[in-house]
């Protein structure tokens, strides 16, 4: 069957889908339009007051853009779209699915599938279901493009849904336990200061929004980062959803002043950009320190087998594995010399991403830095670990003024 006669049957099945309101959803994929930063287009019905409409979601690499239009100028605007600026396409309806593929040399195939039943219809449930911190139908997380017009995780978005979800508990629990806030949020302690909490290298900012609007006016929020037009759209969606206890400000980790600051979150800062958060939650006097450190490099090339650990460590995967141990142990030692009881966890499943490292430290000691033991026996402990595996440098270290080598 040639490319014209496929893409002709796909659209002979979208049409009526559209038409008749059977449309589940369609994926459109494999972008080749002008617009590099253009991933995917996701297609679904919605009830509006104007009467049904196609809701259109188009997936950026750094945002998604969410409009909706009537059935018939959906199709129109989807036909030409389709074995063109897309060269996937998939079409769900209730009674079967259809892939059309299209390749770049003129080519393209179809797959027809009929689906083995008819969708179960949706139950009401009334049992007490599990409640959640973030509330699934705040408005913020729609326009951030988590959730659609039914208060349901976006296509691709519901890992993203349980990450907010995990964290905003976890930092609810870890704010209670280093007392910084009560675990209550409905009864706050009266007349005191706003917790200020500082997110660095926040990225679109979903769980930046999660904790301002989890904690309200308990908590003043910012969240940090590099990129000016992330800045301006999260800061705009702040000010839209009456946020007020949450601002972003555009810097990177290394060279952005903080001032006093209760809590310091650095979430996936790449290899020693999560040191250089570290760092500066240290000198802002931060009580809770909360970091899921990424692509640990840094100690990599200084790694130094020990004999009995040189056949295993001759293979990279195992240095890499190797490299990322020794660099999160040395900081969850480093923060303990610094007067931190540390704990380290997995803070989301391995489905959604390899990196679920989550490292917390809650402050013990009010001693400042420069006043710390340098020949305590922990910091003899360190350096004895370091030694084991030949590092003579770590950037926390560096920060700390820890002599890290003897």
């Given at each position: 069957m040639s490319a014209?006669?496929?893409?002709?049957?796909?659209?002979?099945?979208?049409?009526?889908?559209?038409?008749?309101?059977?449309?589940?959803?369609?994926?459109?994929?494999?972008?080749?339009?002008?617009?590099?930063t253009?991933?995917?287009?996701?297609?679904?019905?919605?009830?509006?007051?104007?009467?049904?409409?196609?809701?259109?979601?188009?997936?950026?690499?750094?945002?998604?853009?969410?409009?909706?239009?009537?059935?018939?100028?959906?199709?129109?605007?989807?036909?030409?779209l389709i074995g063109s600026d897309f060269l996937d396409a998939h079409l769900f309806t209730p009674v079967q699915t259809a892939q059309?593929?299209?390749?770049?040399?003129?080519?393209?195939?179809?797959?027809?599938?009929?689906?083995?039943?008819?969708p179960a219809p949706t139950v009401e449930h009334h049992d007490r279901t599990k409640a959640h911190l973030v509330p699934a139908d705040a408005p913020w997380l729609r326009a951030l493009g988590v959730t659609n017009d039914r208060a349901q995780p976006r296509e691709g978005m519901a890992a993203k849904f349980r990450q907010i979800?995990?964290?905003?508990?976890?930092?609810?629990?870890?704010?209670?336990?280093?007392?910084?806030?009560?675990?209550?949020?409905?009864?706050?302690?009266?007349?005191?200061?706003?917790?200020?909490?500082a997110d660095m290298g926040c990225g679109k900012g979903y769980l930046t929004f999660a904790l301002a609007a989890h904690l309200g006016p308990r908590a003043e929020v910012t969240g940090?980062?590099?990129?000016?037009?992330?800045?301006?759209?999260?800061?705009r969606h702040a000010r839209e959803h009456g946020l007020a206890n949450l601002r972003f400000a555009a810097?990177?980790?290394?060279s952005t002043p903080l001032d006093r600051t209760d809590v310091l979150v650095a979430l996936h800062a790449c290899d020693t950009a999560t040191d250089d958060a570290l760092a500066k939650g240290l000198a802002a006097g931060a009580r809770l320190l909360v970091v899921s450190p990424c692509c640990q490099k840094e100690l990599r090339p200084q790694l130094t087998a020990p004999a009995i650990l040189a056949d295993a460590l001759r293979h990279g995967i195992f240095q890499e594995r190797q490299a990322?141990?020794?660099?999160?142990?040395?900081?969850?030692?480093?923060?303990?010399?610094?007067?931190?009881?540390?704990?380290?966890?997995?803070f989301i499943s391995t489905e959604h991403t390899a990196k679920n490292l989550m490292l917390a430290a809650i402050k013990t000691t009010p001693?400042?830095?420069?006043?710390?033991?340098?020949?305590?026996?922990?910091?003899?402990?360190?350096?004895?670990?370091?030694?084991?595996?030949?590092?003579?440098?770590?950037?926390?270290?560096?920060?700390?003024?820890?002599?890290?080598?003897?």
């Open positions: 014209a006669d496929s893409r002709d049957r796909f659209l002979a099945l979208l049409r009526p889908a559209i038409h008749d309101g059977t449309l589940v959803k369609l994926t459109l994929g494999k972008h080749r339009g002008a617009d590099a253009l991933q995917n287009l996701f297609v679904r019905p919605v009830t509006l007051k104007a009467g049904p409409h196609l809701s259109f979601t188009w997936r950026h690499a750094t945002r998604d853009i969410v409009k909706n239009h009537p059935p018939a100028d959906a199709l129109a605007l989807l036909e030409p059309l593929e299209s390749r770049p040399d003129g080519t393209a195939r179809l797959h027809v599938k009929l689906a083995a039943s008819a979800q995990k964290f905003t508990e976890l930092l609810a629990h870890l704010l209670s336990e280093s007392a910084i806030l009560p675990s209550d949020p409905v009864n706050p302690v009266q007349n005191s200061a706003a917790v200020k909490i940090i980062e590099f990129r000016p037009e992330l800045v301006e759209l999260c800061n810097g990177d980790i290394a990322e141990f020794v660099t999160d142990s040395l900081r969850a030692m480093l923060l303990e010399w610094a007067g931190y009881h540390t704990k380290v966890f997995e001693s400042p830095p420069g006043t710390r033991d340098a020949d305590s026996a922990l910091a003899g402990r360190i350096r004895a670990f370091a030694a084991f595996y030949g590092i003579r440098h770590q950037a926390l270290a560096t920060h700390l003024g820890f002599a890290i080598a003897d």
